[in-house]
């Protein structure tokens, strides 16, 4: 079994067989969010893209009560090891073979610093990342805009791309819909956009411009993609 359940703002669950998994979990404070941090509590690993409150969200909280890896670049890990959480450093072009399956680690065009109270501390490099389950690609951009790098996840086989459209922070429709050239996935996935006034995007307008490139499959926060078939 593989499922792929939205949470909102660029948080997704990831079910396989033996594993419960979250990127960027954004649950308190998101108003588009599908569940609360404390109805975790099965989950192994979590993935970080970046060190920004909208993605690294309920980390720390989900990380502690689970006990869960994190699995972030490694400035991140340093920051959030000293938070007790466990953690599997990574960097930019890595990729590690988990129990669940390979995992590499993707370049993003964006920032990564983190907001502590008053302090501000560098979260090193934004990434995205490209899983492989059983065989099933993933790719999770992360935050990003449009980058070049994007053309070498084409070979890559990704059979679901999952990209930021909101524009402002990141990728707006059109340059999304470039992404989607680049990668040439089978599925994409819009997210990052409606959750504050200032990345509103429309997704029919993305799935327009997609055309014919890969099927868009726009989510609602909480709805599920079986990956299983
Ligand atoms: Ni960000
Ligand atoms: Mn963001």
């Known amino acids: 079994m593989l499922t792929l359940r939205y949470l909102g703002h660029s948080a997704f669950e990831i079910r396989s067989k033996e594993n419960v998994m ?3 979990p954004f649950l308190s404070g998101n108003p588009a969010a599908a569940a609360k941090a404390s109805d975790f509590n099965d989950v192994k690993y979590i993935f970080v893209t970046h060190g920004h409150g909208d993605h690294i969200g309920d980390t720390v909280e989900i990380a502690s009560g689970t006990g869960a890896t994190v699995v972030a670049n490694f400035e991140l890990c340093n920051y959030l090891g000293k938070k007790g959480v466990q ?3 990574m ?3 890595g990729a590690f073979s988990f129990p669940f399956g390979r995992v590499k680690m993707t370049p993003a065009l964006h920032g990564s610093d983190i907001i502590d109270g008053e302090n501000v501390i560098p979260g090193g490099n934004p990434c995205g990342f490209l899983f492989d389950i059983g065989g099933t690609r993933i790719y999770h951009a992360g935050d ?3 980058t070049m ?3 070498l996840l084409e070979p890559e086989h990704v059979k679901v ?3 930021p459209i909101g524009g402002n922070f990141v990728m707006d ?3 999304a819909a470039r992404a989607v050239e680049f990668i040439r996935p089978e599925i994409v996935i819009p997210i990052h956009y409606d959750t504050f006034p200032v990345i509103q995007a429309d997704p029919r307008e993305f799935e327009r411009l997609v055309g014919r490139s890969a099927a868009v499959k726009i989510m609602k926060s909480g709805d599920m993609l079986d990956l299983s078939a």
């Open 87 to 89: 953690c599997h450093p």
């Open 161 to 163: 791309a999952i990209l």
């Open 22 to 24: 979250l990127i960027d």
């Open 149 to 151: 790098d994007m053309q």
């Open 91 to 93: 960097h930019i072009g």
């Open 173 to 175: 429709v059109n340059d």
């Open 144 to 146: 990003t805009g449009l």
